[in-house]
């Protein structure tokens, strides 16, 4: 447990150079961007969080606290920027990182996110 996050934090990680933070959906797993994280890590920095979801220290489970939750690992790891990329919730926190923090995001990678909070009307 990391003591700047508040819950236990684990990660995998490959490669060195721009960061690339993944973050994956509900039902998903850090592990499941493996092949991702080997593809990318021969130019990348490639992060792969597992999200506290279930973790009862997170005292509020939503998209919001999840995405300070990455902001504040990328705090942790020392990275200033990062595209991040997100599957299903993970796209959703990836959305909402890139509006709350926009300094910390360089670009957005979106699959399986239904809608963009905030972004669109209606």
């Known amino acids: 447990m990391d003591s700047h996050l508040d819950v236990d934090v684990r990660w995998l990680e490959r ?4 960061a690339v933070m993944l973050l994956h959906g509900l039902m998903g797993q850090a592990q499941h961007w493996e092949d991702v994280l080997d593809a990318l890590s021969s130019g990348y920095r490639a992060i ?4 506290p979801i ?3 220290r997170l005292l509020e489970c939503s998209i919001g606290a999840l995405a300070d939750f990455a902001v504040r690992l990328l ?3 020392g990275i200033e920027r990062a595209t991040v990329g997100g599957n299903s919730l ?3 926190v990836a959305i909402e990182m890139a509006l709350s923090s926009p ?4 670009g957005l990678i979106l699959t399986g996110s239904s809608r ?3 972004a669109c009307p209606g």
């Open 15 to 18: 490669g060195d150079g721009e």
């Open 48 to 51: 792969a969080p597992t999200l």
């Open 54 to 56: 279930f973790d009862p």
């Open 75 to 77: 705090d942790v790891l």
């Open 90 to 92: 993970g796209g959703h």
């Open 103 to 106: 300094a910390r995001v360089s």
């Open 116 to 118: 963009l909070p905030r």
